[in-house]
């Protein structure tokens, strides 16, 4: 899987209606440039929840970059994965 800096937006774009998105956070002051990780997570009624082993728990961090999740499958298939 291969994410690019050029295809995070800001989190304040985020749709905050319960649709799955990817997010990752820069930390500090450091340069995004790309992110090594990124999770799954859905805005649910006043904060970020992800998916941990099949159940629904409050995020451990506040993301700041976002992208659409169906952005990962088509990145997948273009890799040919």
């Not at 998105?21 to 992800?50: C, H, Y």
Request: glycine share 8%.
């Amino acid at each position: 899987m291969k994410l690019s800096a050029k295809d995070w937006q800001p989190i304040s774009s985020a749709p905050r209606d319960g649709t799955l998105i990817l997010v990752t956070r820069r930390l500090g002051s450091q340069k995004f440039e790309k992110p090594e990780t990124a999770n799954v997570m859905a805005w649910r009624g006043d904060s970020w929840w992800q998916l941990v082993l099949g159940k629904w728990e409050r995020a451990l961090f506040e993301p700041n970059y976002w992208q659409p999740e169906f952005a990962l499958s088509q990145q997948e298939g273009n890799d040919g994965a």
